[in-house]
T-cell receptor
Framework: EAGVTQFPSHSVIEKGQTVTLRCDPI?????LYWYRRVMGKEIKFLLH????????ESGMPNNRFLAERTGGTYSTLKVQPAELEDSGVYFC???????????????FGDGTRLSIL | RKEVEQDPGPFNVPEGATVAFNCTYSNSASQSFFWYRQDCRKEPKLLMSVYSSGNEDGRFTAQLNRASQYISLLIRDSKLSDSATYLC?????????????FGPGTRLSVLP
């Protein structure tokens, strides 16, 4: 079974530019999550999709971040315009069960390392 | 108080040693817990799930104390390959498991 895949693995852009991260969850996983780890801090939740719907986006830092999951398969996370404080590692995770998803372990992708110059 | 707190570490132990990490959580309604390990510049990987009082998998034992709201991870007979950061993860209260709350991690270095 293929795991969660993320693209790109590393992105270096200048402040003010736009970047789009992509996540392909494990096939059949309805739950898709985005997390971010900023240097020296713990991993923080950004948002949660159930299929194509945003279940919880309370962790999104501001309106420069836009996540989509059209068709309930892969998801994209766009940052526009990027700011210096957006640098970090963005992880995507997925889990299978729709109900009681809190009891299910999440499987993580390798992450995208985003550097804003 | 942070939602999930962990022993700050780092823990430097010799091969073969037994080491234990603690994790405390603030949400008394949490029902399940996870230990993940994360190698440098890699993604978190599930190590153990804890749903009841504890779980054991080979050299790894996780124990849950709901009354005191802490989870521990015990590693016996440490191997060099156990060197990593260990993340305590607590799902939020909502039954739909909207997100995981991560602890800051405890770094373990197993020395030859």
């Amino acid at each position: 079974e293929a795991g969660v895949t993320q693209f790109p693995s590393h992105s270096v852009i200048e402040k003010g530019q736009t970047v789009t991260l992509r996540c392909d969850p494990i096939s059949g996983h309805d739950n898709l999550y985005w997390y971010r780890r900023v240097m020296g801090k713990e991993i923080k939740f950004l948002l949660h999709f159930v299929k194509e719907s945003k279940q919880d986006e309370s962790g999104m830092p501001n309106n420069r971040f836009l996540a989509e999951r059209t068709g309930g398969t892969y998801s994209t996370l766009k940052v526009q315009p990027a700011e210096l404080e957006d640098s970090g590692v963005y992880f995507c995770a997925s889990s299978q069960e729709l109900l009681y998803a809190g009891n299910q372990p999440q499987h993580f992708g390798d992450g995208t390392r985003l550097s804003i110059l | 108080r942070k939602e999930v707190e962990q022993d700050p570490g780092p823990f430097n132990v010799p091969e073969g040693a037994t080491v234990a990490f603690n994790c405390t959580y603030s949400n008394s309604a949490s029902q399940s817990f996870f230990w993940y390990r994360q190698d440098c510049r890699k993604e978190p990987k599930l190590l153990m799930s804890v749903y009841s009082s504890g779980n054991e998998d080979g050299r790894f034992t996780a124990q849950l104390n709901r009354a005191s709201q802490y989870i521990s991870l015990l590693i016996r007979d440490s191997k060099l390959s156990d060197s990593a950061t260990y993340l305590c993860v607590v799902p939020t209260q909502d039954n739909y498991g909207q997100n995981f709350v991560f602890g800051p991690g405890t770094r373990l270095s197993v020395l030859p």
